[in-house]
Structures are given as C-alpha cells and as structure tokens.
C-alpha cells in the first residue's frame, strides 16, 4: 500500500471521528493513510488534523471527552507527554515512555492510552529483517522518539542498551525508569561513539535540516552495522546516506509508518485490509 | 448533482477543517454533500460532524477558535440560536431571524455567522418556478425553520405574510421583530386555514412520523396554491401528498439543500464547479 493518496470517503452523522492533534501540523500527512486504511476496511471513519495549541489542551480535552462521536486521538508533538495524565488509562509502556500517541474511547466513556512510536519503529526493524533481541543497541536522543524506542528495544530484549543526549538529566532520567523496569538488563549511558553496537539509532531531529552536523561519529561505522533514523524527511538522511556508503543496513524513518499505522487501527478496533 | 455519496478526499495538514455542530448528528448527510462540492471545486477542505452537547458550546467556542485549521463551522439543531451570540460579527438577517447556521474564520481570526436556511429555501420555491415577491404567505412554525423562512419572504418581498404557531409568544415575538424591520409590509398572526394564500409554508416539524397530525387543514387547499415542506425526511410529507392531489404547486423540504450548501460553499470562500 502505497504511504498517501486521496481516499474515498463517505462522511455522515454516523462516521466515527479520529482528531490527529498537533502544532503545528502542516507537515501531517499520516491522515491520508488511516483514511485509507479505514475506507479499504470498511470502516466508518475519518481522521481529521486539528492544530490544537499547547496552551489550550487542558480545555479541549473535556470539549472532546463529551463529543460522543469523537471515537479517538492521535497525538503528535507537542501533545504526546502532557495527554498522558489527562487519559483515564495508559499502559505500562506508555507510563514508561512518558508518553501516549493515541487514544480510544472506550465504550463506557474512559479514554484509553497507549504509545506506539517504538512499535513502528521496532516494525520498521523487522521488515528490514533486523531482529533486536540479543543484541546490542545504541539510541542517540531521549526526547519522546528517543523514549519509545529505548523502551521498545528493551522489552524487545536487546542485551546491551547505551543512551545519549546532551541533556544530562533527561538520559539519566530514562537509564533509572529503564533498569527499574528492566533490573535484569544492562544499560547505561553512552557516547556518540557507535563502535561496536549492533543497532545504532538516530532519535535527535539532527539530519531534518540539510545544515544539520550529523547525530553521532558517522566515521566510527562499520560495515554490517545496523543504522536506523527516525527522521521522516528526507527519507535518507546524511547519517543514512552515510551508513549505506559503510555497508551498513539502513532502516529509513518512514519504514515504521505503514506498521505503527496499522497496529493504531487495531487498536482503534478497526482490522485493517491487508492489500 | 447527486446529493449523497463519498468524496475523494486528500486529508493532510494542510486540509481546512469545517465542523457541522450538533446534537444528535446521526441524521446528518449533508457533510456528503459539502465534501463533494469541496472536492469538485478543488479545494483542500473537508466537512465532519461532531456531536456536541448543548452544555458544553461554551466551553468549546474559546478551544475551537484557537485553532488555527478551524476555517468555519455549521451549525445544526440545537446550536444556531446560542451561536448567534457566541460570534463576532452576524448579518443583520442572521440577528433577524435569531439564528447563525454558519461561521466563517476571517484571516483576522474573526468569527463571522451568517443564516442560510431561508436562501436555502427560497432557492427550493424558486427552482420549481415560484417567486414569493408581491404574493401572499402562509407560514406555519416559528421556531427556527420558521423564523428563517418568514424572514427570507419578507426580504423577497411578499405583500401579505401570515405566521402562525402554537406558542404565543414565539409568534407575536416574530411579528414584532418583523413589523420593526419591514415597516411596510402586512404582517400578522394567522390560523391554520390556509385559504386565499398564494404559498403556504410548513415549518414545524409535524410530518416527520406517519403518525404525526397535519401542520394545517389540508382540506382548505385549492388548486394552483403553492405548498411548500420544511421536512426533508419523508421527501413528500403527508400535507405535500395531499396539496400534489389537490394540484397545488409542491417543493419539497429537500429542494432547499443543494442551493443552500452552495450559498454555504462561497461564503466559505469556496467556488464550486457547477456540474
């Protein structure tokens, strides 16, 4: 299935509504995949960007919660930490990652939250037949991707689990939540030295911009390595154009969006087509 | 144009996002209608309901004008009254008949409503061939159907306008508001006989169920009036069924809706492509 494209839609009283909250959201193309994803299963639905300011979602949301039609939310930055106290339940992954990036009313009223940025990316993993269990990972950045990913890396059972940003409390912050939830796990704070890692993952925004110096020593890479980014746009960063010049395996941003779109309608009770 | 059926939609962030408000909205088809017309136009909009209870418009409106893709609103039953208050700036028809059935988002971030039940309906007469100006008026109803459609007819020109309703002081209220604003027009309360009336005008919801009594003494019609139906569901109420048998000159409440969502389209900014 091709990533965008117009949907068919028919659009009524009784169409569930799916709110993709964000700001700015100009860059938001993703709706045009749950469209689809929705109009080829059948489903009764649209999802809609709203450009929701920060300042404003503690009043939106019981707006929201009493809009019977309103069936869930996607959340995209900045929203994604702050909606996580405002939902009525989270799962343990969530909790951990600090973050929900959707949420399902469920039918009794009570929004539920779950994250699913370290399952697309974990998907994007698999496709390109990258299997993390019993390696060793290195995540550069421990903003909201970075997050998802480390947490996502370590129930995938990753051996080895080295963390990087520049912002001391906020690694030092997730080595705690990550040994506390995973005391059997050996992580820890690492440099942006990528020798010797199995899987190396780009989670700072470093490479959106063509200005931008790479996230990590580039150099350091070797052939057979594992370099992965999250970065949507360019699909080939410099880090990954780079690492493919090293023989690396490249995981490119957008691999986890058709997976992390898919288990979002799931979750959302809507079995996707597959086509 | 058919009045129903999907739309091909490209829904991304940079989409303008129209809400229809209402509460219930499962009856609500002409989102259909609207997105088509945005998508033939080939404009980057898209038209959804949301279920909002009455209680919560106050707290909605500050949330909904805060954001920025919001381009306008439509209002259903039951927020065209309070919405009215709730805007910047409203025409003086809209102020006239007491109700705002859509708001336009100015560049400047202004709220600007306006009321198109009336053009709606004046569009259905004027389709089968009726033009209200200089003839007489029988308007059954003065809730906000009716308010709409007495004040549409006496800004048409009608010579004689007769309104009638159950409720005494919703009546004498509109032929208040109506005598102050047309001083040189004929207004006045009427009964339910619709005798020597050139068009008479169901605006109360009795037709809706088949075991609803008729809105007026349907026996008194004579051939050659006109009969117009504020209804759209059935398409042909039982008054309407009587009037066709009695020869008189019948327009269906759903006539008004095509032209209504055009009028609705351009002051949405919108020129649709005429199919």
């Known amino acids: 299935m091709s990533l965008t494209g117009p949907a068919l839609l028919h659009i009524t009283g009784t169409t569930r509504l799916y709110l993709v909250v964000g ?3 100009r860059q938001i193309r993703s709706t045009e995949l749950f469209n689809r994803l929705a109009a080829e299963g059948g489903h009764d639905a649209v999802f809609v960007p709203l450009q929701l300011p920060s300042e404003q979602l503690k009043a939106a949301v019981p707006v929201l919660r009493s809009c019977p039609n309103l069936a869930g939310i996607i959340a995209t930055i900045p929203h994604k930490p ?27 009223g009570r929004w539920i939250g779950e994250i699913f940025d370290g399952e697309g990316y974990l998907n ?3 496709d390109c ?12 950045g421990t903003g909201g991707a970075g997050c998802a990913v480390a947490v996502s890396l370590a129930r995938r059972g990753v051996n080895r689990l080295c963390l990087v940003d520049t912002d001391d409390d906020k690694v030092e912050s ?4 990550l040994r506390s939830a995973f005391p059997s796990l050996d992580i820890r704070r690492g440099s942006s030295d990528p020798s010797g890692f199995d899987i190396v993952t780009n989670a700072t925004p470093l490479g959106m911009r063509a200005t931008d110096p790479l996230p990590l020593d580039a150099d350091k890479l ?3 390595q594992v370099v992965a980014d999250m970065i949507m746009a360019p699909p080939v960063t410099p880090l990954l154009s780079q690492a493919r010049a ?5 995981v490119e941003g957008h691999k986890a969006l058709l997976g992390q779109a898919m288990a979002i309608s799931r979750f959302f009770g809507m079995e996707p087509a597959r086509s």
């Open 222 to 224: 070797t052939a057979g």
């Open 246 to 250: 090293t023989c690396c395996t490249v």
């Open 124 to 126: 994007g993993l698999l």
């Open 129 to 140: 037949g990258v299997e993390p269990a019993g390696k060793s990972a290195l995540v550069v």
């Open 82 to 108: 702050a909606l996580l106290n405002l939902v009525d339940q989270a799962s343990e992954q969530a909790r951990l990652v600090g973050a929900v990036n959707a949420i399902r009313r469920d039918s009794d």
């Open 23 to 25: 700001d700015p959201i």
């Open 174 to 177: 997730l080595v705690r939540r």
